[in-house]
Structure formats: structure tokens, C-alpha cells
């Protein structure tokens, strides 16, 4: 028995036969071309081929993970018609009089090089994408055709790495959990196995020469640790452990349609976090009272200019549809941080997570707000939808808003556009909001408090920084202390106040946090059944 440990990216576990996956860099041969025009045909022809691809891949995503996880496919293809991409292949074939294939290969090699050389996390990501695309049109050049990963029986796969390509390829009834030896929490193969509920681990360090299809293996997610041939005890504790969860998940599954109640009496409002309208229909499928954060930005991310007012419009409009007369609040954009487009023009920062982003590019570059607020505005007419703001810091932020906000219904109403002014709430995510939150409160409909942020700041901890995990503690007195204080400070003056952050599906704080008067908590989908049988097993007011 081989025992590894490894970083979960989603926590469940797994017994079954293992399906390696060896590297799909391809041999590329430097051969010598006498007619560089007919290599670059080819690649155009190549390139053409890998659109496609990539367009039937992106609508494969869209129906099984979400708009939002499917996005990549997207950024694939804006990467295939990438100028300096294109450019540096057409200028290798053209100098050195070379096949198409070898100089793919070394653009591509270089590219990655590149971005594995960047400092930020989200860069550093995009290699792989690049190492992707270029794989891709080598194999089309070739005239090879993708993998059928729907060939492959029920399996655990284990890999050096995965792309998403590959990831999304596979028939996920088929995949019984991921181990690989590299990759990153925020890859986006790791966001795409976590959105399909998928056990993974990365990160675990094998040597895949020893490691064969057919062998068996177990995946705990839960502890982080994966056996190779494991032993008959080892076997039963997972068979228990997955029947275990199974039971679970079929017990949660009796909660649809219940309320949000404790024991003695007391509601609380369950709602969902989501990225794009095509995750509502997760947030509906787990019965989610409404959307407590529908991160906008993802409207913004993955391509190459900002979304108009119309198309920002149709995507409002239709969550708001979707979701009937349920609440969506949707966060007016956060770009910044983790979260970049290269088309902001942002430029690098040292410490990007205090740096330009949010409500301050809004309030710095008011025409790109507007044209949100005029979308938003205008969607709110056909729904339930309310508006939220992020990074705020001060009063003034609020009334220079609301000034903002006061030009585009004049702009609106001078068109003859119809609109509806909805609710307006802010997220607390800074020590400086906590302060001022009696203050604050009086301005606005509600408080979401998003406490990944608000831990980062209070704790002076980089919530991305590995080596910082033991320091950082999302359940510090000093945390918990400011949630009562914003509560305290919303219920004053008769507003409501919810969270929207990763605590508020931390199941050993429900209890501490109905007792505070939290209103709402908004989680990920697959939370929202959870903490609704959280809440139904609790007593607040008594013993």
C-alpha cells in the first residue's frame, strides 16, 4: 500500500480503479520547410479547427458546471487570436523556414514560461491555459483527434496535471474523484471539480512510473490522502465513509421546500452566491430563498473589452426572471485584487488586494459605473433585484454613489427609459466600515458582510499566502466582535444585515450568528440545504 497526502480542492471520498493520464505534450520534430506560406495556411486551417473545438467545449461547460466555470473556453479562444501569440509562431516559421508544429511547440513553451514567471497568482495560472491552446493546435496540425474521455469506465484519475479542456471532456458520472501531482486551488481545474462536486487532490507527490491504470486507490478529500492499492480495513472505512455521505446527501434532500427555522421559532434567510446567470440554476436546484451575491465582474472577465449596457442589461434581467420574485442582489463590479482584466489597464501593484479595485475604479472612472448603474436600473423593473456595493470605506463613498446614481436616473428619464430605483446595501468588508457602520447604516437598505475580506484586513494576513495558514483565523474574537457591531448597528436604524462571506457557511458559527440577529446568509449552492439543516436543529432563545 502507497499512502500520499496531498491539498484537497474539494472535499468527499472515493474508491475505485485508477486511470493515469501521461503528459499530452506532443514529440514535435524541427523539420525544414521550403514553403512558409503553406505552414502558416496550415496553422490558420489548425487554428480554424481549434475555435470550433473550443466553442463545442465551451457550451459542454455551460450545461454541466455554469457561464461563470465555463469562461475559460472563452479566454482559450481569445488566446488562439492573441496578435503577439500569432505573431511570434508566423515569425519562427518565416525566419527559420520550419514546420508549424515545432514552432507552436516553442511559442508555447515560451509563453508559459513566461507567465509561470509573473508574480501574480492569476498569470501564473495562465500557463497551463497557454501550454492548452498550444497542445491543441499541435494535435489538430497533426491530425490527431482529443481524447474520448467518455470511453473511460468510472475511474480515478491521476495525472501530472489536467487541463480544463481535458476536465470538462469527461463525462463526470464516469469520474469517481482528481489526483494530481501539480496544480493550483484557483486553476481552473480545480474550480471546475469543485463546481461538479468531483473529490480532488493536488499537489500529491507521485511518480506516475509507478503508478498504473487498474490499480485500486482510495480518495479522502477530507484529510487530504490518497491510497494506492489500499488495504482490505482501509477499503471499508471508505466504502462506510461514502455511504455515509450518500445518506446525507439524501437526508438534505428532504429539506427542499422547508423554512429556514430554528427549533424555537427563529427564521433566517438562506441565499446563494453565484458568477454569471448560468449558475442560477444551481442556487434553484438547492432551493436557495434568493441570490445574496451575484458577483458581476464575471460579466467582465475573460474578454477583451468592457460588456455593453445592453448585454449587461439581458444578464440582469434574466437572473432577475429566473429567480421570479426571489431577492438577487447583484455587487456592482470588483474588478482588481485576484480578479484582473487586462483591458482595465490597471497596471501592477504591490499590494493589490489594498490597491485600485472595486468602488474605486467606479468612483475614479464613473463613465464604466454608469453604464453598469443604467443596466442595472433598468433590469430592475422586470424583478426583484437590489443593488450592493463593495470596498466601502467611508460615508463619503456612499453620498458620491448616490450622486452617481442620481445622474443616470436623469440621464434615464430624459431618454424615456423605464427603470425602477432598487434597494441599495454595502459590503462590509473593511475595519474602517465596521467603525462607521452606525453611521453607514442610516444611508442604506442593508449590510452583507463579506468576511473573507474583513479577516484578511483585520488580521494584516495575505489570505493567499501558504505559509500564513496557521496565523490566519476566520473565527478571531476580533471578527466575530465586529459581525455583532454591524448587526447591532443595521438593526438600529431598522436595516437588515446579512453575510455573503465563506463564514457564513461555516456550520460552527450558525448558531453564534443567529443569536447575534444575522438576517441572511448567503453560501455557495451546494451549502444552502446544509445550513438549513443547521438552522433547523438549533435553539437560540433557550436550552
Known amino acids: 500500500m502507497l499512502k500520499l497526502s496531498g491539498k484537497s480542492v474539494y472535499k468527499g471520498v472515493a474508491l475505485g480503479p485508477v486511470v493515469v493520464l501521461r503528459p499530452r505534450d506532443q514529440q514535435v520534430k524541427r523539420t525544414k520547410v521550403e514553403d512558409a506560406d503553406a505552414e502558416i495556411d496550415r496553422l490558420e486551417k489548425a487554428g480554424e479547427k481549434a475555435m470550433n473545438q473550443l466553442a463545442e467545449l465551451y457550451n459542454k461547460a455551460v450545461e454541466e458546471v455554469g457561464e461563470a466555470s465555463a469562461a475559460i473556453f472563452e479566454v482559450h479562444q481569445m488566446m488562439l487570436e492573441d496578435g503577439d501569440y500569432l505573431e511570434a509562431i508566423h515569425n519562427i516559421i518565416r525566419t527559420e523556414k520550419i514546420n508549424a508544429e515545432y514552432a507552436v511547440a516553442r511559442t508555447g513553451d515560451n509563453f508559459a514560461e513566461m507567465f509561470a514567471g509573473m508574480d501574480d497568482d492569476y ?14 493546435l499541435i494535435r489538430n496540425l497533426m491530425g490527431k483527434e482529443d481524447v474520448d474521455f467518455n470511453s473511460i469506465e468510472p475511474s480515478i484519475i491521476v495525472a ?8 470538462v471532456q469527461m463525462d463526470k458520472k464516469k469520474i469517481l474523484a482528481f489526483v494530481t501531482v501539480h496544480g493550483s486551488s484557483n486553476s481552473h481545474t480545480s474550480i471546475l471539480a469543485r463546481m461538479m462536486n468531483i473529490p480532488a487532490l493536488i ?7 509507478e503508478i498504473h491504470t487498474g490499480m485500486q486507490a482510495v480518495v479522502d478529500g477530507f484529510l487530504g490522502e490518497v491510497f494506492f492499492e489500499p488495504s482490505e480495513e482501509i477499503c471499508c472505512r471508505a466504502e462506510g465513509r461514502i455511504k455515509e455521505e450518500l445518506e446525507k446527501q439524501q437526508l438534505l434532500q428532504n429539506l427542499k421546500g422547508k423554512e429556514n427555522v430554528t427549533l424555537d421559532g427563529k427564521k433566517i434567510n438562506i441565499y446563494a452566491n453565484i458568477g454569471s446567470v448560468g449558475d442560477i440554476g444551481y442556487a434553484l436546484e438547492n432551493d436557495a430563498g434568493g441570490i445574496g451575491l451575484f458577483r458581476s465582474e464575471f460579466l467582465y472577465i475573460g474578454r477583451s473589452d468592457f460588456p455593453t449596457e445592453e448585454e449587461q442589461f439581458q444578464a440582469y434581467k434574466q437572473a432577475a426572471q429566473m429567480m421570479a420574485e426571489k431577492k438577487v442582489i447583484i455587487r456592482t463590479l470588483d474588478i482588481g485584487a485576484d480578479k484582473q482584466a487586462d483591458y482595465f489597464n490597471l497596471g501592477k501593484e ?7 479595485r472595486a468602488i474605486r475604479i467606479c468612483l475614479k472612472q464613473t463613465d464604466i459605473f454608469k453604464v453598469q448603474l443604467r443596466a442595472l436600473l433598468r433590469a430592475a423593473a422586470y424583478g426583484n433585484i437590489s443593488i450592493m456595493y463593495p470596498m466601502i470605506t467611508s460615508v463619503e463613498e456612499v453620498l458620491r454613489i448616490y450622486e452617481i446614481v442620481k445622474e443616470v436616473q436623469e440621464e434615464l428619464e430624459k431618454m424615456q427609459i423605464p427603470y425602477r430605483l432598487p434597494e441599495q446595501g454595502i459590503m462590509i468588508e473593511t475595519p474602517a466600515a465596521v467603525m462607521v457602520s452606525d453611521e453607514l447604516a442610516e444611508l442604506v437598505d442593508f449590510f452583507s458582510i463579506g468576511t473573507n475580506d474583513l479577516t484578511q484586513y483585520t488580521l494584516a494576513i495575505d489570505r ?3 505559509r500564513l495558514d496557521d496565523f490566519y483565523n476566520p473565527h478571531h474574537k476580533a471578527i466575530l466582535k465586529m459581525i455583532g457591531m454591524v448587526v447591532d448597528n443595521a438593526h438600529r436604524c ?24 444575522v438576517d441572511e446568509l448567503s453560501v455557495s ?3 444552502v440545504l446544509k445550513v438549513r439543516q443547521s438552522v433547523r436543529g438549533i435553539t437560540v432563545f433557550g436550552q
Open 123 to 136: 498569470m501564473k495560472a495562465r500557463a497551463a491555459d497557454v501550454k492548452d491552446i498550444s497542445n491543441r
Open 160 to 167: 501530472d496535471d489536467l487541463s480544463p479542456s481535458e476536465t
Open 203 to 209: 499537489g500529491v507527490p507521485m511518480n506516475l512510473e
Open 525 to 527: 449552492p451546494s451549502m
Open 350 to 356: 504591490d499590494n493589490p488586494a489594498m490597491g485600485y
Open 494 to 517: 431598522g436595516k437588515w444585515a446579512g453575510i455573503c462571506g465563506e463564514l457564513g457557511a461555516d456550520l460552527e458559527l450558525t448558531e453564534e450568528f443567529l443569536r447575534m440577529g
Open 464 to 466: 493567499q499566502n501558504e
